[in-house]
């Protein structure tokens, strides 16, 4: 199996060679031959990629030592459950996850293009077997194939480090990988447009559900990394500006600013350069983020060992962006707008202001991750940007953010009036400022907290109103009740409320990120039998009592258990445990990979998070860090919040033409009565 697996692997790169030259050639020449042979050599290499990963699953499951990525990565007592996701734990299987991946998009955007943007196609066709050819010729001559046998077969493999042994790490990978991946079909989309010169909104059209797929896997992958760093790293939070973490964001933050320009181009034919350019520079920003995570010019927990690989992504990604921005510069007479902004009051204005924004903050994490690089090079020192510098710089600018997030739906389109702004922002404006007075009655003094949670009373009920507005307006013109008013007005309005409902999980993070201003946490060494006491910020106190340790073996690790009474006001609340685990290999052998399990106990106001740091001298008597971190609860639920939303947008619409000849009627009567 892991001979035709390298068989696969050298086919998939000779099919990716001629598509690619079929696909531009075609496209260039207008020849359907070539463009029908593109278009199935997507097809073949999609289908030869996936015959090396079954190859490799295989060998994976029937533990065939002598492959150098199963003794590496696996191990015969790892679980099931771990052992598949294996696959994409190592560098090289995670290459040969991205370009499968990336070769069946391709295949599906082949499949699923309407007709009207068939011209796009070859074109399409052309970039998605130049990427996939780089990630397969990576593999091929990066020393990265990851069915590269060893010289003799070991007993048993390494396993899978401790820390990607937990459920978030069986998804949050993939779901960041497949964020990544999709981002190359809108790419692919946009050079298509240039090199065809069919620069109108046709390719956005083309585009709308991958770039919408793209962001929704780019939300979830991050909030499942926020999610495991939480629970397994032990550090006490969810969010380092690590630079691993930072690389994810960035493309985040550049396809969020696309998703809400792209509604000015497509409304007054406005930011056509500026879209093209932040599609582009999104998977550029996917491409460096793998370079980060890859060549180990970084250190970070999230990151792959140093190696050759990364010289590969680095000339990759120079080569991209050079021909990239060198086809864009040659078009760009022909991307002039069809309308000019016309009043700096106006929703066209406050969509350039969040894209501004955006941009801003990209820029900022940017700056800041790409700094120890050039200061190394400069001075020969590394200097590392730490937390302090992105939270100077980024809270004020999100914060604005959050802030244009109630202001933008409120204004109409090319000129807003001053009785229209009075109406408008009269409820919304209360609200915020009745709870930021509220906070300060009740004596939060922390000026960013209290901004976040006013903002977020703001854009909350700017939410709401858009909603009643709309359920009102359903009631009056077909005599709906309110309730089913309101249903089909987000089943008909996908795009728009379902929008809304992102920008509701947005306020519920920014609400959640404002409470770990008051954590609180301390550090204790206790005996059986004795207790720490911690404050917390709502004026409560902790008392956490060591009842004992406890150690045993489980799976394929040895555990060392400590365990808590916790209780509250002097109320007992129950017990926590925490723990110290100690991996072991098929024989029960150490294998020096210790890992943490922290303790935590959760509510919607706050969590008890409990580490057991180590034990003195071989004795019960334990090291204990307790932390109170306000209102955690609500950074998962929030980003539940944000999926949920991003699901209902892409949620494809029906009916028949009549029906959305009177939808669209339906939407000028609500901005008329704006």
């Given at each position: ?7 696969c692997l050298w086919l998939a790169f000779l099919l990716g060679v001629w598509g690619a030259l079929a696909g531009f050639v075609g496209g260039w ?147 960041l990988y497949l964020g990544y991946i999709s981002i190359t079909i809108p790419f692919a989309f946009a050079i298509a447009a240039l090199l065809s ?67 000015i181009q497509e409304k007054r034919g406005m930011l056509k350069k500026w879209n093209l350019a932040l599609i582009i520079g999104s998977w550029l ?390």
């Amino acid at each position: 199996m892991t001979v035709l697996g390298g068989l696969c692997l050298w086919l998939a790169f000779l099919l990716g060679v001629w598509g690619a030259l079929a696909g531009f050639v075609g496209g260039w020449q207008g020849r359907r031959d070539l463009q029908e042979s593109a278009r199935h050599a997507v097809f073949a290499m999609c289908a030869t990629l996936f015959v090396a990963v079954a190859a490799l699953e295989w060998a994976l499951f029937q533990h065939d030592f002598n492959v150098e990525y199963v003794a590496a990565y696996t191990s015969r007592n790892l679980p099931i459950f771990y052992t598949w996701s294996a696959l994409y734990a190592g560098q090289k299987g995670s290459l040969l996850f991205w370009a499968t991946v990336l070769s069946l998009f391709g295949s599906l955007a082949m499949l699923l293009t309407a007709r009207r943007h068939r011209a796009l196609l070859p074109y399409v066709a052309g970039v998605v077997c130049t990427v996939a050819t780089f990630f397969v010729s990576v593999m091929l001559f990066g020393q990265a194939n990851p069915f590269h046998r060893l010289a003799y077969t070991p007993l048993d493999g390494n396993g899978l480090n401790p820390q990607l042994q937990n459920p978030g790490m069986v998804f949050h990978p993939p779901m960041l990988y497949l964020g990544y991946i999709s981002i190359t079909i809108p790419f692919a989309f946009a050079i298509a447009a240039l090199l065809s010169k069919r620069l109108d909104a046709d390719w956005l059209v083309a585009i709308r559900k991958w770039t919408l797929l793209s962001w929704l896997f780019l939300s979830i992958g991050i909030c499942l990394g926020m999610w495991w760093a939480y629970v397994e790293l032990g550090w006490g939070g969810y969010w380092a500006w690590d630079p691993v973490e930072n690389a994810s964001l960035l493309p985040w933050l550049t396809m969020t600013a696309f998703l809400h320009s792209v509604m000015i181009q497509e409304k007054r034919g406005m930011l056509k350069k500026w879209n093209l350019a932040l599609i582009i520079g999104s998977w550029l920003l996917s491409i460096f983020g793998t370079f980060i995570t890859r060549s180990g010019v970084i250190s970070s927990v999230h990151s792959f060992t140093q190696s050759n690989v990364g010289y590969f992504f680095l000339f990759f990604l120079i080569a991209a962006a050079t021909a990239s921005f060198a086809v864009y510069a040659n078009r760009l007479p022909l991307l002039e707008a069809e309308a000019r902004l016309e009043s700096m009051v106006s929703r066209e204005a406050s969509f350039l202001f969040n894209n501004l924004l955006f941009v801003g903050i990209a820029f900022s994490v940017l700056w800041g991750t790409l700094f120890p690089i050039l200061s190394e090079l400069v001075q020969g020192t590394k200097v590392t940007v730490g937390p302090p510098f992105f939270n100077q710089v980024n809270i004020p600018l999100g914060l604005a953010l959050l802030g244009l997030t109630g202001i933008g739906p409120l204004i109409a389109w090319r000129r807003a009036s001053i009785s229209n702004l009075q109406r408008q922002f009269a409820a919304p404006v209360t609200v915020g400022v009745f709870t930021a007075l509220v906070l300060l009655v009740g004596g939060m003094r922390d000026g960013y907290a209290l901004m976040a949670i006013a903002l977020g009373g703001f854009v909350v009920a700017t939410v709401v109103q858009e909603f009643a507005r709309g359920a009102r307006a359903r009631h009056r013109q077909y005599g709906e009740g309110h309730a089913v008013a309101l249903g089909r007005l987000l089943a008909r309005n996908r795009r728009r409320y379902g929008g809304y409902i992102v920008h509701t999980g947005i306020v519920i993070l920014f609400i959640a990120f404002a409470g770990m201003a008051f954590k609180t946490e301390t550090e204790a060494t206790l005996r059986p039998g004795e207790s720490a006491i911690l404050k917390s910020p709502y004026g409560w106190t902790y008392t956490f009592t060591h009842l004992g340790v406890s150690q045993y073996d489980a799976l394929n690790r040895q555990v060392t258990a400590a365990t808590l009474e916790i209780a509250r006001n002097g109320k007992r609340l129950g017990v926590l445990t925490t723990e110290k685990r100690q991996h072991v290999d098929g024989f029960g052998r150490p294998t020096f990979q210790p890992s943490t399990e922290v303790g935590i106990r959760s509510d919607l106001r706050e969590d008890l998070y409990v580490v057991l740091a180590g034990l003195v001298n071989g004795t019960e008597q334990a090291v204990f860090r307790f932390t109170i971190n306000p209102l955690v609860w609500w950074v998962w639920y929030g980003g539940m919040i944000v999926a949920l939303g991003g699901l209902i947008v892409m949620w494809p619409g029906g009916g028949s033409p009549a029906v959305k000849r009177t939808q669209a009627g339906y939407a000028v009567r609500l901005v008329g009565e704006q």
